[in-house]
């Protein structure tokens, strides 16, 4: 794919060198005079030196498409002086990734691109991008959101080897940067470490210097100009972060899921007449019922998912787990209401979609390899159903082939897509599974059976 990054500082740097090893073509758009602080890992440096190498990516600046192309064609990185990537004009890349991490957005829009990707705080999938993908440290880094924002921006700086804001070398006024340390080297806490409008700036710190913006950049007060690391790793100031890493792998999940053969849609409206209220806001083993399931799924992550609801709660899970939410506003037309306004979200999101995965919420003994089992399945066996079984008794999850597309959007009722696979019996595949997966909860007896 041709892919446009929007940024070429460390993080961006990190994203490029995940889609690099997937042999996608990239080009990076950067500002005249970057102002990354990492620059011994990032791809903006080949802004001063005309060319950048990162862990073998090698990063060539160029002045047109035309140099861009050749770079490209040779396998390498191009990066071009364009802040406000015009160049996708001309480009017109398949993905374009804004990577700039202003905490805001300077100017992304969905039709930008076919599949257009943020990173971090300041975007709203489904309205400026497609996706977003969590930048914060901690357990959801790297995150692919498909509704929704990245966590908020604290002003806090992530903790690495035990210390947070301390790491930080800050302008201790305006004006032009004049470094006193370089990166690489050890220095001590209190040492004057750059000069920044003739004011001292003092290390908060011992450790080793990881970045250091160069000399003669003008520099607000208060601004980010450099980095120290408790951990006297010298290779920490040559590698790709941690952290850039994970958002890397999460902007290439984010393409597989969009460019992936299968989707998986979670049918969660129904109105619980047999149960006598809202079932999946029941709790079972300390979690609501809707919960066991999601939960699951986010062991998948190569899979674009959405849920089709029109529960707040629920809403709100799925969403804060990565999952599109489709608003199901007339829970009443049944389940294949619901099954078709899932399936025109996927046809409507993902271009090259092959089959689509339907399942309920109140199975909560599903497993993450079951799903896995039904879906290559369904690779193995194109144009046909595959079904969830034990024995001869078939059940939820189904997969359905595209092909099946027109005759389950014609459906009504509440029969789900039954009439469509007992026109087509002899193309259902069943596919063996536990028999406690099959079991769901329709009425409040069925929780006595536990999990």
């Not at 301390?166 to 750059?194: F, N, T």
């Not at 460019?259 to 849609?265: E, L, R, S, T």
């Not at 002899?426 to 536990?450: A, C, H, M, N, V």
Request: proline letters at 4%; one cysteine or more.
């Amino acid at each position: 794919m041709n892919v446009l990054i929007k940024g070429a500082g460390d993080l961006a740097t990190g994203i490029a060198y995940e889609l690099h090893l997937q042999g996608h073509r990239i080009m990076m758009t950067e500002r005249a005079v970057p102002l990354t602080v990492r620059r011994t890992v990032a791809m903006s440096r080949a802004v001063y030196d005309g060319r950048a190498t990162v862990e073998g990516m090698t990063g060539v600046c160029v002045r047109n498409m035309k140099e861009a192309a050749g770079v490209m064609d040779n396998g390498d990185v191009a990066v071009i002086v364009d802040e406000a990537a015009d160049i996708r004009k001309e480009y017109r890349p398949d993905v374009l990734v804004d990577a700039i991490l202003a905490k805001r957005n300077t100017g992304t829009s969905l039709e930008d691109a076919p599949l257009v990707i943020a990173a971090g705080p300041g975007f709203t999938a489904g309205v400026d991008c497609h996706c977003v993908i969590e930048t914060k440290r901690g357990d959801t880094l790297g995150r692919v959101i498909w509704e929704g924002n990245a966590i908020p921006n604290t002003g806090v700086p992530g903790e690495v080897g035990g210390y947070s804001r301390e790491r930080l070398i800050q302008a201790a006024g305006d004006g032009a940067m004049e470094p006193k340390a370089a990166i690489g080297d050890r220095v001590e806490k209190g040492q004057i470490v750059a000069e920044t409008g003739g004011e001292p700036v003092y290390a908060k710190m011992s450790g080793m210097v990881r970045g250091m913006l160069q000399r003669g950049v003008p520099v607000q007060k208060g601004m980010k100009i450099g980095d120290i690391d408790a951990r006297p790793d010298h290779r920490y100031c040559v590698t790709i972060s941690d952290k850039a890493r994970c958002v890397g792998a999460g902007t290439v999940h984010a393409m597989e899921q969009y460019c992936g053969a299968y989707a998986i849609v979670v049918l969660a409206a129904g109105q619980g007449v047999r149960f006598g209220g809202n079932k999946l806001l029941e709790e079972v083993e300390g979690r609501p019922l809707y919960a066991h399931l999601l939960d699951t799924l986010t062991e998948l992550p190569h899979v674009w998912k959405a849920v089709v609801t029109g529960c707040g709660p629920v809403a709100e899970g799925a969403a804060r787990r990565g999952f599109a939410v489709v608003e199901n506003r007339e829970p009443e037309k049944g389940s294949s209401h619901s099954m078709q306004l899932g399936l025109k979200k996927c046809m409507d999101t993902l271009p090259f979609l092959k089959g689509v995965l339907f399942t309920v919420c109140d199975q909560p003994e599903l497993t993450a390899g079951t799903f896995v089992k039904l879906l290559e399945a369904a690779g193995r066996n194109p144009g046909r159903i595959v079904r969830a079984a034990c024995g001869a008794q078939g059940g939820n999850p189904v997969v359905w082939d595209l092909i099946y597309a027109q005759e389950l959007l014609a459906l009504d009722g509440d029969k789900g897509g039954r009439p469509v696979m007992e026109k087509h019996a002899k193309e259902i595949i069943l596919i063996g599974i536990e028999k406690k997966e099959l079991r769901d909860i329709d009425r409040k007896s069925d929780l006595t059976e536990g999990l």
